[in-house]
């Protein structure tokens, strides 16, 4: 299997490249964000995955590791295949696309062209607990920003609440009083749990 191709970049599209590696010309297929991180010339070097189809074999051209785990871990979900993986890493980062699945976020992963309510719900189910464990994005790193959130998150769950529960009613709260101090958040949303 071909896992990288490293030469000269001789031709630059939002959906495919060329690259010149030693006399040979390679067309890679890639997302907006692997084009969008690339140089306009000079020598490059891209991660690749080769799909093997009856009709074609095409190579795919990513610019980094992560997203080809990314990639592979789409192609794997029954009904998705190269071309809307390629298309939902086009839409969202590497990292939005983990985020996505671990926080079981349907609308986001529905929003990708060519991906419906129930493959949107398929990928989170069979890649989720992947995601969670390959890159280690605890429950903390999936929410929001907000550290006051997630201290009162931590906090509730300690205290035996059911996560989700908790997260419902600590947004609330945020949402009526975004400067709300981790204590605050915690007792408004123990009277209101």
């Known amino acids: 299997m071909i896992t990288q191709i490293q030469g000269k970049l001789i031709e630059k599209s939002p959906t495919e490249v060329v690259i010149d590696c030693n006399g040979v010309g390679y067309l890679l297929n890639v997302s907006l964000n692997t084009f969008s991180n690339l140089p306009d010339s000079g020598t490059v070097l891209l991660y690749s995955y080769l799909s093997i189809r009856e009709d074609a074999h095409t190579l795919y051209g990513f610019i980094d590791k992560t997203e080809r785990e990314i990639f592979k871990l789409l192609i794997s979900v029954s ?8 298309t939902m890493l086009s839409s969202m980062t590497s990292e939005e696309i983990q985020k996505a ?14 991906i419906g309510a129930k493959t949107a719900q398929r990928v989170i189910v069979d890649l989720k607990d ?25 906090a509730l769950e300690v205290l035996g609440f059911n996560r989700r529960l908790s997260e419902k009613v600590v947004t609330g709260i945020l949402n009526t009083d975004p400067n709300a101090s981790v204590e605050q958040i915690i007792k408004l949303a123990l009277k209101n749990l």
């Open 79 to 86: 009904g998705v295949g190269p071309s809307i993986a390629r």
């Open 101 to 114: 699945i671990a926080s079981e976020n349907v609308a986001v992963i529905k929003g990708v062209k060519g």
């Open 130 to 154: 992947k995601i969670l464990k390959t890159y280690d994005l605890g429950e903390v790193t999936v929410t929001s920003g907000n550290t006051n959130k997630e201290e009162a998150l931590s």
